[in-house]
């Protein structure tokens, strides 16, 4: 059985490389000032490990290249934006309100360099080949998502509010001049997608449905012309 907390606050943990948190259930528990990083070593990532975090909340705390492997986060509130640095995950689920969240490739920003990068992009490339599933986003609400460097095969999805955007389709397209005429940040995403540098995997498009309904509701219609005319995946 997980070891439950409830309504703890928790203050201050510390760890530069290895920690381990496994089999625990957190709810409405808080994380300030809290850091756990791998130490620009990809090989001492932190791992949280069948665990369930429910209606939590982070303030001022930052979680660095961890591996998520079982893990529920069920709600989750803090600061105006919720950033993964250089995570990795297995079988994780995201539901309810979790306001805004980033998922990045990027290890932590303030001591990168690019031959330490380099690592972590390897060692993701390599974990992703033996996941079955990374993330079921199915019955999450955010107010904005926007991820990197997982497979969009690898996301459970709903089809009608988290649609599939496939690279292969879109580069028939005119498609700058097709996401100029979306919602703007539908259009931002596509954009940015379809122009990096180093291109991304198939797009996993989430609309934000703790957003505003004038902007939901935009960016459901102009998903639904989109797989009218073929750009984004009919379901």
């Given at each position: 059985m997980p070891e439950r907390f409830e309504n703890r606050i928790f203050y201050g943990l510390r760890s530069n490389g290895d920690a381990v948190i496994t089999d625990v259930q957190l709810v409405d528990c808080q994380f300030q000032n809290c850091w756990l990083s791998a130490s620009g070593d990809w090989r001492r990532r932190?791992?949280?490990?069948?665990?369930?975090f429910v209606r939590c909340r982070g303030l001022s705390s930052s979680l660095d290249s961890a591996i998520f492997r079982e893990v529920t986060i069920d709600g989750w509130s803090?600061?105006?934006?919720?950033?993964?640095?250089?995570a990795l995950f297995d079988r994780v689920t995201l539901s309810g309100a979790l306001g805004a969240v980033k998922?990045?490739?990027?290890y932590a920003p303030e001591s990168w360099r690019q031959d330490i990068?380099?690592?972590y992009d390897a060692d993701r490339a390599a974990f992703y080949r033996d996941v079955d599933w990374a993330l079921d986003i199915r019955k999450a609400r955010f107010t904005s998502f926007?991820?990197?460097?997982?497979p969009a095969r690898l996301i459970r999805r709903d089809p009608a509010t988290q649609p599939l955007f496939l690279r292969s389709t879109a580069a028939g397209f005119d498609w700058e001049k097709e996401a100029?005429?979306?919602?703007?940040?539908?259009?931002?995403t596509l954009i940015q997608w379809m122009s990096a540098a180093v291109p991304e995997d198939d797009l996993v498009f989430a609309v934000p449905m703790a957003a505003k309904r004038p902007?939901?509701?935009?960016?459901?219609?102009?998903?639904?012309?989109?797989?009218?005319?073929g750009f984004a995946e009919a379901e």
């Open positions: 932190p791992r949280i490990e069948r665990a369930e803090g600061n105006n934006l919720t950033i993964f640095w250089g998922i990045n490739t990027m990068q380099d690592g926007d991820y990197r460097g997982i100029k005429a979306l919602q703007w940040d539908l259009g931002a902007k939901r509701d935009q960016m459901l219609a102009d998903i639904e012309r989109l797989r009218q005319i």
